[in-house]
């Protein structure tokens, strides 16, 4: 395993980030509204241990794969999201939240049979007191899974997509049957195809392009135990995942210690820079956001590896899910990743 040597200049990293410009991205996944709630405490309430929170400030924000979207976006790049809400008063809320954000809905299949997710942080001082679930995670009915496919398809068919993400929270939304066909179509029209993966669907995808789990979900889906120190151990846990898979990127997010990134035989450690970590939240979607970009303008693994574990890093000084902010890291990558 070796570590990351810079292999691009300054102004080369300016002529990658401009061609992000203009890309399109499908973004296929579990969407959700991220709620919040900031407020501040100053009792215990009398009722039961616990403080009481004064709010002053609520705010909805789009989640999950739409945050996706959202970074995709901010990298100045042109995302379209393909998911399923639910024919509820949040799924109007959701319609409200993209339409504001400039989204297109073309891709959004409505269920009567399901809730639109949403995810309800309480916020006081900097500090995350409570998260509040509403969702549903059973699978996709048969007819929502024919429907939602067709959306995906037509969706491919009418526009020039660079780049597929695939964004899973484990929602029932990416069924194996979904997964397939888009995985098949994107292979027969040559598009590359990322996954942020959670544990249900973890083998489903194979033969995609990069495949990106955290060291969590790296351990629990080929059922190894490794501390997360032992880099053969975690070699070896990457390859028994590849053979199942036959993807052609693995990249591992390993939180304090980088990212770890592999093709073939070569594999490179890619250390985390210091900072103050404030939120980890969303940090995720950062990541398989800018990988994706990069990968779709053929960059070298390890810049593609180096840009994303900037990406997430930066995005975890900010408290609650933020996408990144393109600029800043642009600045970041001129002074930390140039040769």
């Known amino acids: 395993m070796k570590g990351f040597t810079p292999d691009t200049s300054p102004t080369e990293f300016e002529a990658l980030f401009e061609r992000f410009n203009g890309k399109k991205v499908l973004v296929i996944g579990d969407v959700m509204i991220d709620a919040y709630y900031w407020g501040k405490v100053d009792r215990i309430s009398p009722e039961a241990p616990v403080p009481v929170v004064q709010i002053d400030e609520r705010e909805n924000r789009l989640g999950g794969a739409a945050n996706v979207a959202l970074n995709v976006m901010t990298m100045g790049a042109i995302p379209i999201i393909c998911a399923v809400v639910g024919q509820d008063e949040k799924g109007l809320l959701f319609d409200e939240l993209l339409e504001k954000r400039g989204f297109t809905s073309e891709g959004i299949y409505k269920s009567t049979d399901r809730v639109t997710t949403v995810k309800t942080r309480i916020i ?76 249900e669907h973890y083998f489903d995808y194979k033969g995609v392009t990069l495949f990106k789990p955290n060291f969590k979900e790296l351990v629990e889906g080929v059922k190894v135990e490794v501390e997360k ?86 995005v975890c000084e900010k408290v609650g899910v933020v996408p990144i902010d393109k600029s800043l890291l642009l600045a970041e990558a001129k002074k930390l990743l140039t040769k």
């Open 124 to 199: 006081s001082g900097g500090h995350h007191l409570l998260r509040v679930d509403e969702e549903t995670t059973k699978e996709l009915n048969q007819l929502e899974e024919q429907g939602f496919i067709q959306s995906c398809l037509n969706t491919i068919a009418t526009n020039d997509i660079d780049v597929i993400i695939f964004e899973d929270y484990n929602k029932g939304v990416l069924t194996q049957r979904v997964i397939e066909e888009i995985t098949k179509v994107a292979t027969e029209k040559g598009i590359p195809t990322t996954v942020d993966p959670k544990k």
């Open 229 to 314: 120190s032992d880099d053969a151990g975690i070699l070896h846990a990457v390859s028994t995942m590849e053979t199942a898979l036959n993807n052609e990127i693995s990249l591992v997010t390993l939180s304090e210690r980088g990212v770890l990134i592999k093709k073939g035989d070569d594999v490179t450690l890619i250390p985390a820079h210091a900072r103050e970590i404030l939120d980890v939240s969303g940090a995720g979607d950062t990541v398989i956001s800018v990988a994706s970009l990069a990968l779709s303008e053929n960059c070298s693994v390890q810049t593609i590896a180096a840009l994303a574990n900037l990406a997430g890093g930066l």
